[in-house]
């Protein structure tokens, strides 16, 4: 994981969401994208060089039994959503901006142009969390309650 930063928070569930945003990369974001985490002050990141999230569908990704793969589920990022609502966690998504800035700074790689997916801890804003990692933090999508079941 890229970054300074360090913070108390239950290992288990934060390797789940690790290993839940990355499988939801190798799936969507290509077979040449590179992936990394970056730790962020106050949460962390998971961001790619893949095509990213279509704006219009940023809402949606979150809720239970969505999904764009021909063979996908729809649960990962549904039981990424859970899990962080479930500690008191906030998870957005939104654009990468290209790469990570300031304290977070992933050396010269260009990774983050394409999914930014963020994880807030505490009450700390999301978008301040996101800024380093995220284009625009106004046009992240953030989840703050339980997605949507499957109807």
Same mark, same amino acid.
């Given at each position: 994981? #890229?970054?300074?930063?360090?913070?108390?928070?239950?290992?288990? #569930?934060?390797? *789940?969401v690790l290993e839940n945003l990355f499988r939801n990369a190798a799936v969507h974001a290509g077979?040449?994208?590179?992936?990394? #985490?970056? #730790? /962020?002050? !106050?949460?962390?990141?998971? $961001?790619?060089?893949?095509?990213?999230?279509? +704006?219009?569908?940023?809402?949606?990704?979150?809720?239970?039994?969505?999904?764009?793969?021909?063979?996908?589920?729809? $649960?990962?990022?549904?039981?990424?959503?859970? /899990?962080?609502?479930?500690?008191?966690?906030?998870?957005?998504?939104?654009? !990468?901006?290209?790469?990570?800035? !300031?304290?977070?700074? /992933?050396?010269?790689?260009?990774?983050?142009? !394409?999914?930014?997916?963020?994880?807030?801890?505490?009450?700390? +804003? $999301?978008?301040?969390?996101?800024? +380093?990692?995220?284009?625009?933090?106004?046009? /992240?999508?953030?989840? *703050?309650?339980?997605?949507?079941?499957? *109807?």
């Amino acid at each position: 994981m #890229a970054g300074d930063e360090s913070y108390a928070a239950d290992r288990t #569930a934060v390797r *789940s969401v690790l290993e839940n945003l990355f499988r939801n990369a190798a799936v969507h974001a290509g077979s040449d994208a590179t992936v990394a #985490a970056v #730790a /962020l002050d !106050g949460g962390f990141a998971v $961001i790619d060089d893949g095509p990213g999230v279509p +704006p219009a569908e940023r809402d949606r990704v979150f809720d239970r039994g969505y999904t764009t793969a021909d063979e996908g589920t729809g $649960i990962g990022l549904a039981s990424v959503a859970a /899990l962080a609502e479930s500690h008191g966690w906030t998870v957005g998504v939104g654009a !990468g901006r290209g790469a990570a800035e !300031g304290e977070a700074c /992933l050396s010269d790689t260009t990774v983050g142009d !394409g999914a930014a997916f963020v994880v807030a801890f505490g009450d700390r +804003p $999301i978008e301040a969390v996101a800024s +380093p990692v995220v284009a625009d933090a106004d046009a /992240l999508v953030a989840v *703050s309650e339980s997605p949507a079941a499957e *109807s």
